[in-house]
């Protein structure tokens, strides 16, 4: 059976031409042009396999439909294709920051919206919920998630269990930037007596620990903290 596609635009002639190319490319599709449709569409059996999602519409951000998509057991795995133009930097960033698996930047080529949406369906497929991995490897860091350890250019370095866990939330949202809000409820797990200063504080720590590769957790003013995409990538 192939996957149902939910596309979610409301530009009149790019919703056709996303729909006559996913079509053509094997996809069933549904269409929306606003954000009220949208959330009809998804929630309709059998829900969508992947969404595009244009991030703005006419009665609701694509950020809120997003949310809403997380907020509900039935559509919560559903990944999300963001789709923005170039003015809506933060809003993009805000858009990870809900849960898009990926995103294409305004204007798009057809072919790279259809790359991404084979990628991203791909990676749902083939990646388990949970990841097994138990030793990880990133440039300077080398962590054990099982023992809890952690090694910066081999020297073993000890963290709090929090830190660990920051560390390794991070790490694992590698190149995706996560705002303070959505590390005090992912990593210390409740967010009412805390403030995002408690962040701040527990990054620089966990910095200072990392030594040279504390680098690797680069600052985003104003949003929150991003881990580097790559070793090699230089947030200096
Ligand atoms: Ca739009």
Same mark, same amino acid.
């Given at each position: ?68 998509? =997380? ?46 949406? =084979? ?118």
């Amino acid at each position: 059976m192939s996957n149902v596609i939910l596309i979610v635009e409301d530009e009149k002639d790019l919703l056709s031409t996303l729909d006559y190319n996913l079509t053509r490319e094997g996809y069933r599709t549904r269409c929306a042009s606003s954000g009220r449709e949208a959330l009809a569409a998804a929630f309709e059996a059998p829900v969508p396999d992947l969404v595009v999602l244009d991030l703005m519409l006419p009665d609701m951000s694509g950020t809120e439909i997003c949310r809403r998509l =997380r907020a509900d057991a039935r559509t919560k795995a559903i990944p999300v294709v963001m789709t923005t133009a170039k003015s809506e930097e933060i809003d993009r960033v805000v858009g990870f920051a809900v849960g898009a698996d990926d995103y294409v930047v305004k204007p798009f080529s057809v072919r790279e919206l259809l790359l991404r949406v =084979r990628a991203v369906l791909r990676r749902v497929r083939t990646e388990p919920p949970e990841q097994a991995l138990t030793q990880l490897e990133f440039g300077r860091v080398r962590l054990d998630t099982a023992a809890h350890r952690c090694w910066v250019d081999g020297d073993e370095t000890v963290l709090t269990a929090l830190e660990f866990k920051l560390l390794t939330t991070l790490l694992e949202r590698r190149g995706r930037v996560q705002t303070r809000d959505m590390l005090l409820s992912d990593v210390w797990g409740f967010s009412a007596e805390l403030t995002t200063r408690t962040v701040d504080t527990h990054v620089k720590r966990l910095r200072q620990k990392l030594g040279p590769a504390g680098r690797y957790v680069e600052t985003l003013r104003g949003v929150g903290y991003r881990f580097a995409a790559s070793p090699s990538e230089d947030a200096t």
